[in-house]
Protein backbone atom coordinates (compact mmCIF):
# COMPACT_ATOMS: atom_id res chain seq x y z
CA UNK A 1 0.00 0.00 0.00
CA UNK A 2 1.51 3.37 -0.77
CA UNK A 3 1.72 6.56 1.75
CA UNK A 4 -0.93 8.05 -0.39
CA UNK A 5 -2.93 5.46 0.31
CA UNK A 6 -2.51 5.19 3.68
CA UNK A 7 -2.34 9.12 4.00
CA UNK A 8 -5.98 9.04 2.52
CA UNK A 9 -7.14 5.85 4.52
CA UNK A 10 -6.25 8.00 7.77
CA UNK A 11 -7.90 10.89 6.64
CA UNK A 12 -11.14 9.25 5.94
CA UNK A 13 -10.99 7.76 9.46
CA UNK A 14 -10.43 11.12 10.79
CA UNK A 15 -13.03 12.65 8.62
CA UNK A 16 -15.63 9.94 10.22
CA UNK A 17 -14.88 11.11 13.92
CA UNK A 18 -14.39 14.73 12.88
CA UNK A 19 -17.72 14.84 11.32
CA UNK A 20 -19.52 12.84 14.07
CA UNK A 21 -21.07 15.85 15.65
CA UNK A 22 -22.38 17.28 12.97
CA UNK A 23 -23.99 13.97 11.23
CA UNK A 24 -25.68 13.55 14.69
CA UNK A 25 -26.80 16.97 14.15
CA UNK A 26 -28.05 16.56 11.24
CA UNK A 27 -29.72 12.95 11.62
CA UNK A 28 -31.63 14.60 14.29
CA UNK A 29 -33.06 16.63 12.19
CA UNK A 30 -34.01 14.36 9.90
CA UNK A 31 -35.38 11.62 12.14
CA UNK A 32 -37.25 14.90 14.19
CA UNK A 33 -38.59 16.23 10.53
CA UNK A 34 -40.11 11.95 9.95
CA UNK A 35 -41.42 12.05 13.47
CA UNK A 36 -44.11 13.76 13.43
CA UNK A 37 -44.02 15.51 9.71
CA UNK A 38 -48.07 14.75 8.94
CA UNK A 39 -49.08 17.46 12.10
CA UNK A 40 -47.54 20.41 9.90
CA UNK A 41 -49.75 19.89 6.77
CA UNK A 42 -53.02 20.74 7.93
CA UNK A 43 -52.43 24.33 7.68
CA UNK A 44 -52.06 26.88 5.03
CA UNK A 45 -50.73 30.70 5.35
CA UNK A 46 -53.72 33.04 5.31
CA UNK A 47 -53.75 35.37 1.96
CA UNK A 48 -52.36 38.36 4.07
CA UNK A 49 -49.19 36.02 4.38
CA UNK A 50 -48.83 34.48 1.69
CA UNK A 51 -47.18 37.03 -1.07
CA UNK A 52 -45.56 39.19 1.44
CA UNK A 53 -41.99 40.06 1.91
CA UNK A 54 -40.74 39.28 5.31
CA UNK A 55 -37.07 40.71 6.76
CA UNK A 56 -35.25 38.95 9.51
CA UNK A 57 -32.02 39.59 11.09
CA UNK A 58 -29.89 37.27 12.88
CA UNK A 59 -27.10 37.06 15.31
CA UNK A 60 -25.40 34.11 15.41
CA UNK A 61 -21.93 32.20 17.09
CA UNK A 62 -19.95 30.72 14.36
CA UNK A 63 -18.67 27.31 16.64
CA UNK A 64 -16.56 26.24 14.47
CA UNK A 65 -15.61 25.04 11.19
CA UNK A 66 -12.65 22.33 9.16
CA UNK A 67 -11.08 24.40 6.32
CA UNK A 68 -7.87 22.15 5.68
CA UNK A 69 -7.22 18.41 6.92
CA UNK A 70 -3.75 17.06 6.56
CA UNK A 71 -1.62 14.01 7.73
CA UNK A 72 1.43 16.45 6.25
CA UNK A 73 0.79 20.28 6.62
CA UNK A 74 -1.47 21.94 9.50
CA UNK A 75 -4.92 21.44 9.94
CA UNK A 76 -6.95 24.75 9.54
CA UNK A 77 -10.18 24.71 11.68
CA UNK A 78 -12.08 28.00 12.72
CA UNK A 79 -12.66 28.57 16.52
CA UNK A 80 -15.80 30.10 18.13
CA UNK A 81 -16.96 33.35 16.16
CA UNK A 82 -19.48 35.62 15.43
CA UNK A 83 -22.29 35.97 13.07
CA UNK A 84 -24.40 38.66 11.88
CA UNK A 85 -27.39 38.24 8.77
CA UNK A 86 -29.81 40.20 7.49
CA UNK A 87 -32.43 38.59 4.75
CA UNK A 88 -36.20 38.63 3.55
CA UNK A 89 -38.23 35.85 2.83
CA UNK A 90 -42.11 35.19 1.63
CA UNK A 91 -44.25 32.14 1.09
CA UNK A 92 -43.76 30.30 -2.19
CA UNK A 93 -46.73 27.98 -1.31
CA UNK A 94 -48.49 26.65 1.44
CA UNK A 95 -45.76 24.79 2.45
CA UNK A 96 -42.59 26.08 1.53
CA UNK A 97 -41.31 29.88 1.90
CA UNK A 98 -38.27 30.79 -0.16
CA UNK A 99 -36.12 33.81 0.35
CA UNK A 100 -32.29 35.47 0.57
CA UNK A 101 -30.22 36.51 2.78
CA UNK A 102 -26.74 38.07 3.31
CA UNK A 103 -24.29 37.01 5.88
CA UNK A 104 -21.35 38.03 7.73
CA UNK A 105 -19.54 35.40 9.86
CA UNK A 106 -15.72 36.48 11.71
CA UNK A 107 -13.80 33.80 13.58
CA UNK A 108 -10.22 33.16 14.56
CA UNK A 109 -8.08 30.53 12.45
CA UNK A 110 -6.28 28.01 14.67
CA UNK A 111 -3.36 25.98 12.90
CA UNK A 112 -2.16 22.41 14.52
CA UNK A 113 0.48 20.21 13.32
CA UNK A 114 3.15 18.20 15.02
CA UNK A 115 1.81 18.26 17.84
CA UNK A 116 1.55 22.13 18.16
CA UNK A 117 -1.34 24.49 17.94
CA UNK A 118 -1.15 28.31 16.83
CA UNK A 119 -3.00 31.31 15.85
CA UNK A 120 -3.55 32.00 11.79
CA UNK A 121 -5.65 35.60 12.54
CA UNK A 122 -8.88 36.00 11.91
CA UNK A 123 -10.84 34.49 8.99
CA UNK A 124 -13.96 36.66 7.49
CA UNK A 125 -16.60 34.67 5.45
CA UNK A 126 -19.27 36.76 3.52
CA UNK A 127 -22.40 34.52 2.12
CA UNK A 128 -24.74 35.60 0.09
CA UNK A 129 -27.32 32.31 -0.45
CA UNK A 130 -30.75 31.57 -1.46
CA UNK A 131 -32.96 29.81 1.24
CA UNK A 132 -35.82 27.72 1.07
CA UNK A 133 -37.70 26.57 4.19
CA UNK A 134 -40.16 23.56 5.06
CA UNK A 135 -42.22 23.23 8.06
CA UNK A 136 -41.05 19.84 9.95
CA UNK A 137 -42.68 19.96 13.25
CA UNK A 138 -45.35 21.84 15.00
CA UNK A 139 -45.82 20.68 18.50
CA UNK A 140 -47.05 22.16 22.07
CA UNK A 141 -47.01 25.42 20.00
CA UNK A 142 -43.29 25.16 19.46
CA UNK A 143 -42.93 24.90 15.22
CA UNK A 144 -39.77 23.93 13.85
CA UNK A 145 -38.39 24.16 9.69
CA UNK A 146 -35.85 22.47 8.30
CA UNK A 147 -34.00 25.10 5.81
CA UNK A 148 -31.75 24.54 3.31
CA UNK A 149 -29.24 27.31 1.66
CA UNK A 150 -26.78 27.83 -1.25
CA UNK A 151 -24.96 30.60 -2.99
CA UNK A 152 -22.02 32.34 -3.03
CA UNK A 153 -19.54 33.44 -0.37
CA UNK A 154 -17.17 35.76 -0.26
CA UNK A 155 -13.49 35.01 1.77
CA UNK A 156 -12.22 37.95 3.46
CA UNK A 157 -9.15 38.15 5.78
CA UNK A 158 -6.64 35.32 6.13
CA UNK A 159 -5.16 35.47 2.75
CA UNK A 160 -1.74 34.92 3.98
CA UNK A 161 -2.65 31.23 5.13
CA UNK A 162 -2.94 28.24 2.68
CA UNK A 163 -5.67 27.18 1.42
CA UNK A 164 -7.14 30.89 1.42
CA UNK A 165 -3.72 32.46 -0.29
CA UNK A 166 -3.99 30.14 -3.21
CA UNK A 167 -8.15 29.29 -3.31
CA UNK A 168 -10.83 31.64 -5.11
CA UNK A 169 -11.71 34.70 -3.07
CA UNK A 170 -15.77 33.72 -4.18
CA UNK A 171 -16.89 30.17 -3.79
CA UNK A 172 -19.76 28.64 -3.57
CA UNK A 173 -21.59 27.47 -0.24
CA UNK A 174 -24.14 25.25 0.75
CA UNK A 175 -26.34 24.53 4.03
CA UNK A 176 -28.83 22.91 6.10
CA UNK A 177 -30.43 24.52 9.38
CA UNK A 178 -32.93 23.78 11.69
CA UNK A 179 -34.81 26.91 12.52
CA UNK A 180 -36.99 26.36 15.67
CA UNK A 181 -40.09 29.10 17.02
CA UNK A 182 -42.85 30.01 19.30
CA UNK A 183 -45.37 29.65 16.38
CA UNK A 184 -48.43 32.33 17.35
CA UNK A 185 -51.90 30.43 17.87
CA UNK A 186 -53.94 30.06 14.20
CA UNK A 187 -51.36 31.80 12.63
CA UNK A 188 -49.14 30.04 9.83
CA UNK A 189 -45.81 29.23 9.62
CA UNK A 190 -44.93 32.53 7.81
CA UNK A 191 -46.95 34.54 10.49
CA UNK A 192 -44.63 38.01 10.04
CA UNK A 193 -42.89 38.75 13.82
CA UNK A 194 -41.01 35.60 15.73
CA UNK A 195 -37.60 35.07 17.33
CA UNK A 196 -36.52 32.14 16.17
CA UNK A 197 -33.57 29.91 17.16
CA UNK A 198 -31.11 28.43 14.17
CA UNK A 199 -28.74 25.99 14.61
CA UNK A 200 -26.71 25.30 10.88
CA UNK A 201 -24.39 23.38 9.16
CA UNK A 202 -22.38 24.79 5.89
CA UNK A 203 -20.27 23.52 3.77
CA UNK A 204 -18.17 25.83 1.65
CA UNK A 205 -16.10 24.54 -1.36
CA UNK A 206 -12.31 25.34 -1.70
CA UNK A 207 -10.39 24.73 -4.38
CA UNK A 208 -7.06 25.42 -4.32
CA UNK A 209 -6.54 26.57 -7.73
CA UNK A 210 -4.57 24.46 -10.24
CA UNK A 211 -0.89 26.24 -10.32
CA UNK A 212 -0.44 23.97 -7.31
CA UNK A 213 1.87 21.32 -8.80
CA UNK A 214 3.16 23.49 -11.22
CA UNK A 215 6.26 24.60 -9.15
CA UNK A 216 8.40 23.12 -6.30
CA UNK A 217 8.23 24.75 -3.03
CA UNK A 218 4.12 24.78 -2.95
CA UNK A 219 1.69 22.68 -1.50
CA UNK A 220 0.06 19.53 -3.04
CA UNK A 221 -3.27 19.80 -2.38
CA UNK A 222 -6.77 18.44 -3.44
CA UNK A 223 -10.14 20.52 -3.64
CA UNK A 224 -12.79 20.21 -1.14
CA UNK A 225 -15.75 21.27 0.96
CA UNK A 226 -14.90 23.15 4.18
CA UNK A 227 -17.37 22.65 7.09
CA UNK A 228 -18.68 25.10 9.25
CA UNK A 229 -21.45 24.96 12.28
CA UNK A 230 -23.23 27.61 13.52
CA UNK A 231 -25.91 28.82 16.00
CA UNK A 232 -28.81 31.92 16.43
CA UNK A 233 -31.60 34.09 17.12
CA UNK A 234 -33.60 35.08 14.03
CA UNK A 235 -35.86 38.06 14.64
CA UNK A 236 -38.33 37.88 11.94
CA UNK A 237 -40.52 41.47 11.24
CA UNK B 1 -48.37 9.02 17.44
CA UNK B 2 -51.10 6.97 15.92
CA UNK B 3 -53.29 8.11 18.68
CA UNK B 4 -52.04 11.87 18.01
CA UNK B 5 -52.69 11.69 13.84
CA UNK B 6 -56.42 10.54 15.12
CA UNK B 7 -57.14 13.33 17.48
CA UNK B 8 -55.61 16.17 14.64
CA UNK B 9 -57.11 14.42 11.91
CA UNK B 10 -60.53 14.92 13.67
CA UNK B 11 -60.13 18.42 14.63
CA UNK B 12 -58.54 19.53 11.48
CA UNK B 13 -61.88 20.27 9.33
CA UNK B 14 -62.63 22.85 11.56
CA UNK B 15 -59.61 24.82 11.54
CA UNK B 16 -59.51 24.43 7.77
CA UNK B 17 -60.33 27.74 5.33
CA UNK B 18 -63.23 26.99 4.19
CA UNK B 19 -62.53 27.65 0.51
CA UNK B 20 -59.04 26.83 0.47
CA UNK B 21 -59.00 22.62 -0.90
CA UNK B 22 -55.86 20.10 1.21
CA UNK B 23 -53.39 19.36 -0.28
CA UNK B 24 -53.79 15.59 -0.95
CA UNK B 25 -50.42 14.71 0.92
CA UNK B 26 -52.54 16.04 4.10
CA UNK B 27 -55.13 13.85 3.54
CA UNK B 28 -52.04 10.90 3.81
CA UNK B 29 -50.08 11.95 6.74
CA UNK B 30 -48.42 9.02 7.00
CA UNK B 31 -47.58 8.48 3.57
CA UNK B 32 -46.16 12.20 3.86
CA UNK B 33 -44.16 11.70 6.67
CA UNK B 34 -42.40 8.59 4.51
CA UNK B 35 -41.84 10.69 1.74
CA UNK B 36 -40.85 13.89 3.88
CA UNK B 37 -38.01 10.66 5.87
CA UNK B 38 -36.66 10.07 2.27
CA UNK B 39 -35.75 13.94 1.56
CA UNK B 40 -34.19 13.98 4.29
CA UNK B 41 -32.05 10.96 4.93
CA UNK B 42 -31.15 11.90 1.33
CA UNK B 43 -30.20 15.39 2.29
CA UNK B 44 -28.16 14.10 5.09
CA UNK B 45 -26.50 11.48 2.96
CA UNK B 46 -25.57 13.87 0.31
CA UNK B 47 -24.36 16.32 2.74
CA UNK B 48 -22.40 14.09 5.01
CA UNK B 49 -20.18 12.87 1.55
CA UNK B 50 -19.42 16.61 1.51
CA UNK B 51 -18.52 17.12 4.29
CA UNK B 52 -16.44 14.30 4.97
CA UNK B 53 -14.60 15.49 1.34
CA UNK B 54 -12.54 18.28 3.12
CA UNK B 55 -9.63 20.32 1.33
CA UNK B 56 -5.90 18.92 1.63
CA UNK B 57 -2.38 19.71 1.50
CA UNK B 58 0.70 18.12 1.72
CA UNK B 59 4.19 19.84 2.50
CA UNK B 60 6.72 19.62 -0.45
CA UNK B 61 9.28 17.56 -0.46
CA UNK B 62 13.11 19.48 0.83
CA UNK B 63 15.39 20.35 -2.12
CA UNK B 64 18.32 19.84 0.16
CA UNK B 65 18.95 18.00 2.82
CA UNK B 66 18.60 21.10 5.80
CA UNK B 67 20.70 19.51 8.74
CA UNK B 68 24.26 19.16 6.99
CA UNK B 69 25.68 21.52 8.88
CA UNK B 70 24.09 20.14 12.36
CA UNK B 71 25.30 17.13 12.31
CA UNK B 72 21.33 15.94 11.40
CA UNK B 73 19.99 18.02 14.26
CA UNK B 74 16.50 19.55 12.98
CA UNK B 75 16.53 23.03 14.47
CA UNK B 76 13.49 25.84 14.29
CA UNK B 77 11.17 28.02 15.94
CA UNK B 78 7.99 26.50 17.45
CA UNK B 79 5.22 27.00 15.05
CA UNK B 80 3.33 30.55 15.49
CA UNK B 81 6.15 32.37 16.87
CA UNK B 82 7.05 35.90 16.13
CA UNK B 83 10.26 36.13 15.46
CA UNK B 84 11.63 39.76 16.90
CA UNK B 85 15.29 40.80 14.75
CA UNK B 86 16.77 43.74 16.17
CA UNK B 87 19.83 45.68 13.75
CA UNK B 88 22.77 47.28 16.20
CA UNK B 89 23.74 50.12 14.52
CA UNK B 90 27.14 50.08 12.58
CA UNK B 91 29.24 53.36 13.45
CA UNK B 92 29.12 55.60 10.91
CA UNK B 93 32.35 55.05 9.20
CA UNK B 94 31.06 51.73 8.30
CA UNK B 95 28.28 52.91 5.42
CA UNK B 96 27.59 53.10 3.02
CA UNK B 97 26.15 48.98 3.32
CA UNK B 98 23.13 49.27 5.16
CA UNK B 99 22.51 46.49 7.17
CA UNK B 100 18.65 47.65 8.17
CA UNK B 101 18.03 47.64 4.34
CA UNK B 102 19.32 44.44 4.07
CA UNK B 103 17.41 42.90 6.96
CA UNK B 104 13.87 44.78 6.06
CA UNK B 105 14.46 42.86 2.90
CA UNK B 106 15.61 39.48 3.90
CA UNK B 107 12.26 39.91 6.07
CA UNK B 108 9.86 40.37 4.12
CA UNK B 109 11.11 37.69 1.71
CA UNK B 110 11.31 34.70 3.79
CA UNK B 111 7.88 36.17 5.94
CA UNK B 112 6.66 34.93 2.29
CA UNK B 113 7.49 31.34 2.58
CA UNK B 114 6.06 30.62 5.65
CA UNK B 115 2.53 29.59 3.66
CA UNK B 116 0.74 28.63 7.42
CA UNK B 117 2.18 31.62 9.48
CA UNK B 118 4.29 28.84 11.28
CA UNK B 119 6.31 32.58 11.86
CA UNK B 120 6.55 35.73 11.45
CA UNK B 121 9.55 38.09 11.12
CA UNK B 122 9.09 41.41 12.82
CA UNK B 123 11.40 44.68 13.57
CA UNK B 124 12.10 44.82 17.49
CA UNK B 125 11.40 47.85 18.97
CA UNK B 126 13.88 47.51 21.45
CA UNK B 127 16.65 45.11 21.68
CA UNK B 128 15.78 43.33 24.83
CA UNK B 129 12.35 42.16 23.00
CA UNK B 130 14.50 40.64 19.96
CA UNK B 131 14.70 37.02 19.92
CA UNK B 132 17.40 37.49 16.73
CA UNK B 133 19.88 40.24 16.91
CA UNK B 134 21.84 40.87 13.67
CA UNK B 135 24.84 43.34 13.86
CA UNK B 136 28.17 43.81 11.72
CA UNK B 137 31.50 43.08 13.04
CA UNK B 138 32.75 46.36 12.98
CA UNK B 139 30.40 47.15 15.92
CA UNK B 140 30.73 45.10 19.48
CA UNK B 141 29.15 41.68 20.18
CA UNK B 142 26.21 42.30 21.29
CA UNK B 143 25.36 39.28 23.47
CA UNK B 144 27.13 37.29 25.98
CA UNK B 145 27.68 33.66 23.96
CA UNK B 146 26.66 30.67 25.41
CA UNK B 147 28.56 27.44 26.18
CA UNK B 148 29.44 26.75 22.39
CA UNK B 149 32.23 28.30 20.86
CA UNK B 150 31.79 31.78 19.13
CA UNK B 151 33.91 30.99 15.99
CA UNK B 152 33.14 33.25 12.61
CA UNK B 153 36.49 32.36 11.70
CA UNK B 154 36.46 35.17 9.45
CA UNK B 155 32.94 34.49 7.44
CA UNK B 156 31.08 37.13 5.65
CA UNK B 157 28.46 36.14 7.47
CA UNK B 158 27.70 34.15 10.66
CA UNK B 159 25.02 32.20 12.48
CA UNK B 160 25.20 31.49 16.07
CA UNK B 161 22.73 29.58 18.61
CA UNK B 162 23.47 27.19 21.20
CA UNK B 163 21.41 24.53 22.57
CA UNK B 164 20.53 24.48 26.19
CA UNK B 165 19.87 21.50 28.29
CA UNK B 166 16.33 19.90 29.06
CA UNK B 167 14.57 17.61 31.16
CA UNK B 168 14.14 14.04 30.36
CA UNK B 169 11.55 13.69 26.98
CA UNK B 170 11.43 17.42 26.26
CA UNK B 171 12.52 18.97 23.42
CA UNK B 172 15.80 20.95 23.85
CA UNK B 173 15.76 24.61 23.16
CA UNK B 174 18.58 27.29 22.51
CA UNK B 175 19.72 28.85 25.22
CA UNK B 176 18.92 33.01 25.94
CA UNK B 177 22.33 34.57 25.12
CA UNK B 178 22.96 37.69 27.72
CA UNK B 179 22.87 41.21 26.83
CA UNK B 180 25.81 42.95 27.15
CA UNK B 181 24.73 45.66 27.91
CA UNK B 182 20.90 45.91 28.32
CA UNK B 183 19.92 42.69 30.90
CA UNK B 184 19.02 39.28 30.08
CA UNK B 185 17.17 39.66 26.91
CA UNK B 186 15.15 37.13 24.86
CA UNK B 187 17.73 36.10 22.36
CA UNK B 188 18.17 33.33 21.10
CA UNK B 189 20.10 33.85 17.39
CA UNK B 190 23.27 36.15 16.73
CA UNK B 191 23.63 36.73 12.79
CA UNK B 192 27.25 38.39 12.74
CA UNK B 193 28.40 39.90 9.08
CA UNK B 194 31.89 41.01 7.86
CA UNK B 195 31.10 44.47 5.52
CA UNK B 196 35.13 44.05 4.76
CA UNK B 197 34.11 40.82 3.00
CA UNK B 198 31.60 42.21 0.69
CA UNK B 199 31.71 44.51 -2.30
CA UNK B 200 28.26 45.96 -2.67
CA UNK B 201 25.26 46.79 -1.04
CA UNK B 202 23.75 43.21 -3.52
CA UNK B 203 26.57 41.01 -2.09
CA UNK B 204 25.29 42.50 1.89
CA UNK B 205 21.92 42.04 0.82
CA UNK B 206 22.66 38.19 -0.27
CA UNK B 207 24.38 37.29 3.08
CA UNK B 208 22.28 38.49 5.38
CA UNK B 209 19.48 36.86 3.37
CA UNK B 210 21.36 33.55 3.71
CA UNK B 211 22.41 33.84 7.09
CA UNK B 212 18.22 34.35 8.09
CA UNK B 213 18.04 31.14 5.83
CA UNK B 214 20.06 29.25 8.95
CA UNK B 215 18.71 31.67 11.62
CA UNK B 216 14.91 29.66 10.51
CA UNK B 217 16.02 26.15 10.44
CA UNK B 218 18.01 25.69 7.61
CA UNK B 219 20.92 24.06 8.75
CA UNK B 220 22.58 23.36 5.19
CA UNK B 221 24.29 24.37 2.53
CA UNK B 222 22.93 24.18 -1.55
CA UNK B 223 24.69 23.02 -4.09
CA UNK B 224 23.39 25.89 -6.76
CA UNK B 225 24.21 29.21 -7.06
CA UNK B 226 20.47 30.49 -7.74
CA UNK B 227 19.61 29.22 -4.39
CA UNK B 228 20.18 32.09 -1.08
CA UNK B 229 21.18 28.66 0.78
CA UNK B 230 24.25 28.25 -1.91
CA UNK B 231 27.65 28.48 0.28
CA UNK B 232 28.94 31.70 -1.48
CA UNK B 233 25.26 33.49 -2.03
CA UNK B 234 24.43 36.07 -4.55
CA UNK B 235 20.59 35.75 -4.67
CA UNK B 236 18.84 38.05 -2.89
CA UNK B 237 15.57 36.18 -3.00
CA UNK B 238 14.44 32.27 -1.61
CA UNK B 239 14.49 30.24 -4.70
CA UNK B 240 11.51 27.34 -5.02
CA UNK B 241 14.30 24.88 -3.79
CA UNK B 242 14.93 27.46 -1.00
CA UNK B 243 10.94 27.72 0.07
CA UNK B 244 10.45 23.66 -0.71
CA UNK B 245 13.25 22.96 1.77
CA UNK B 246 12.04 25.27 4.04
CA UNK B 247 8.77 24.55 4.08
CA UNK B 248 9.05 21.00 4.42
CA UNK B 249 11.16 21.46 7.77
CA UNK B 250 8.45 23.68 9.15
CA UNK B 251 6.74 20.60 9.06
CA UNK B 252 8.76 18.29 10.97
CA UNK B 253 9.00 17.83 14.75
CA UNK B 254 12.80 19.87 15.72
CA UNK B 255 15.47 18.33 17.79
CA UNK B 256 15.96 21.87 18.88
CA UNK B 257 13.61 24.35 19.36
CA UNK B 258 14.99 28.32 19.00
Known amino acids: MSSEHVARSVRWRWCGGRNREALVLLSSCALYTSELSGQTGTRRPTSATTHRWIASGEVSAALGGTWLTSTTAPTVRTDIGVGLSVGAHRALSARTRGGFALRVQSQPLRLSEAGTSWDGGTLTVGDLVGTLAVPALRAGGIQSEVEISSGLSLLAGARGIYPFSSAGTITPVIGLGANVFRAAPGSGHTHNRRLSMIVRYDLIRLDPGPTLAASQDTFSGTAGWASRISAGLRVHR | ?258
Not at chain 2, 54 to 77: E, I
Not at chain 2, 141 to 147: Q, R
Not at chain 2, 197 to 209: E, K
Not at chain 2, 248 to 258: D, I, K, N, S
Open chain 2, 1 to 258: MGVAHQRRLAGAPLKRPALVPLPSAVSTPRASAWSRLRVAVSGVCVLSTFACDAPTASRPKPAFAPTTLTGGVLYRWESGTTIRVWVVNSPPSAAPLDLGLATRQAIERWNAVAAFREFTLKSATRIDEAQIIIYDGVAALPVSVGTCGFNPRGAAGYTYFCPGTAAVGAIPRAEILPLSQDGPGLTTVVIRLDRGRVSNQSSYNAIVAHEFGHALGIGAHSDLPTDVMFGLPTAETPSERDRATLRWLLGQHPALVL
